[in-house]
């Protein structure tokens, strides 16, 4: 009999995630604030819920990936919420990109109430959301992470237990604020190359097979190029998680201050409408085009987190 997963948001991550578990033979039961985006899942056979308790009741797992700390607290520590809610013996694998200090309030309410907490961050966008690419970092107790792997063997390429609860959300700060920093360089360097006329394509080629080469450098050049800005991983919540970053680097008293100087630029992007957009739209920021039309900011729906 397969083991029931009751998945909270189903957004631009969360319902290929979902989808994937599908394939795996999970049965899944699913809640979104708007039921709407989760009909793709109920046409392969997912059950919408109408509520998170009818959603985790007797599921064995309950996977979330929603937007920020406001939302999994809301998600997770409601009344109606899944601690509430979930059975004794329930494991909670929770991808969302929150504070390190709100998934230990997390985890020590879930632990009251007889339930195992995973916060699991990800690595990767929609693309590797699709793919099953995405890397998982992970915090929590080791027999939760054990096992959790079915679940995350389904969706991923890569699981990494990281140390004890808050210690994947605060890898992922770190990963996020490496991304964000190659973003806004990435458009410095993009923007330059282009006002001076170089060929784009041998920029191309050659930034991505020198030193500083990465994945980001083939996927978020090609944007920048076309003036692409369609949402892999929205602007707003590249800005959110700077800010989280650096309320983290605080709290351990390390000074940041490239990564600070990012997160302004990332906040100006947003203020200045187009944090719906592609987080490579910080090129904007860097060259100071207008803006395509922009597309509505969505950092703050649950489902949303990348």
Not at 54 to 60: I, N
Not at 78 to 99: E, H, W, Y
Not at 190 to 205: K, R, Y
């Amino acid at each position: 009999m397969a083991e029931t997963v009751a998945f909270i948001g189903t957004g631009a991550m969360g319902a290929p995630m979902a989808s994937n578990l599908i394939d795996a033979g999970f049965a899944l039961r699913v809640w979104n604030r708007s039921a709407e985006r989760a009909r793709s899942l109920a046409e392969r056979g997912a059950s919408v819920c109408a509520t998170i308790a009818e959603a985790v009741t007797d599921a064995r797992f309950v996977v979330s990936i929603v937007a920020d700390d406001d939302a999994t607290r809301a998600v997770m520590l409601g009344p109606n919420g899944v601690v509430a809610q979930a059975g004794p013996g329930t494991l909670i694998i929770d991808s969302s990109t929150n504070t390190p200090a709100l998934v230990r309030e997390v985890a020590d309410a879930a632990r009251a109430c007889r339930l195992a907490h995973l916060d699991a961050p990800v690595s990767g966008s929609v693309v590797q959301s699709r793919q099953r690419e995405l890397v998982f970092m992970v915090g929590g107790e080791a027999p939760a992470f054990a096992a959790a792997q079915p679940l995350f063997e389904a969706m991923g390429r890569m699981s990494v237990h990281v140390g004890a609860s808050g210690a994947g959300a605060t890898m992922k700060l770190i990963n996020n604020m490496l991304s964000g920093t190659m973003n806004a360089a990435i458009a410095e360097a993009i923007s330059v190359a282009t006002a001076a006329g170089l060929d784009t394509g041998a920029v191309q080629t050659i930034l991505a097979q020198g030193a500083a080469g990465c994945r980001l450098m083939q996927t978020k050049i090609p944007k920048m190029l076309a003036r692409d800005f369609s949402p892999q991983f929205q602007l707003a919540l590249m800005d959110k998680d700077l800010s989280y970053f650096l309320s983290l680097a605080q709290y351990v008293d390390r000074p940041v201050p490239i990564a600070s100087l990012v997160r302004s630029q990332m906040q100006a992007g947003r203020r200045a409408g187009y944090g719906g957009l592609d987080v490579s739209a910080i090129w904007l920021q860097a060259t100071g085009e207008k803006p395509p039309e922009a597309a509505p900011d969505e950092s703050a729906r649950p489902g949303e987190a990348g």
